[in-house]
């Protein structure tokens, strides 16, 4: 019993970004990677609360930082996700493994390229080889989750443009077989369509 409420302590303290506590609890040898009933490690709780100063102190003292709670998220993919870039490039400089997977099976250029986070798109594209032609378990790949599931905007053209100049493969097809183009067309997003044809794309 007393071991539950010492690391409910810890991740409590990690949560708020209290890294005196935090550094007090690892003297004493608490685990650095215990996790709660949603099996988030104190790693995710400060990088879910925006407390990046005790993210870096995590890492810095040997936090796993590729675990994943029970919706699979961990500091990355919660940064993905979320658009949170500084968390992202803090991840990165980390060596976070870039092949762990979102609940829906993509990787972490999925979410991004969906919700329109162009920061976080450019620099997975440019500083990192995550793979921008995953599929993922409803059949697509980043580029056509770009283009299917936003509003075709200004945002959406970017991370398009981006995807493509890094290597999208405009001829990879959702699970109907539909093209990109094809998704584009049918939507009625005319400047996508212009850079998929640009691109190539038939």
Known sequence: ???????????????????DTLQRFLQQGVDINARNKQKRTAILLAAMSDQLETVKFLIQEGADINLQ???????????????????????LQ???????????????????????FVEVVRELVTTTDINVNHTNICGW????????????GEKQQEIVRLLVEHGADTQLVDQYGVTPLAIA???????????LQEAGAK
């Open 185 to 195: 067309r049918e939507k009625g997003f005319t400047a996508i369509e212009n850079i």
């Open 94 to 116: 980390a060596n976070t493994d870039l092949e762990r997977l979102t609940r829906f099976g993509g990787v972490g250029v999925h979410p991004a390229s969906e919700k329109g």
């Open 69 to 91: 709670d029970q919706i699979c998220l961990n500091p990355f993919l919660y940064g993905c996700i979320n658009g949170k870039l500084e968390l992202v490039k803090i991840m």
């Open 1 to 19: 019993m007393e071991d539950t409420i010492i690391i409910s302590e810890f991740l409590a303290a990690a949560e708020a970004g209290d890294i």
């Open 141 to 152: 790949t980043p580029l056509i989750e770009a283009i299917l599931l936003n509003d075709g």
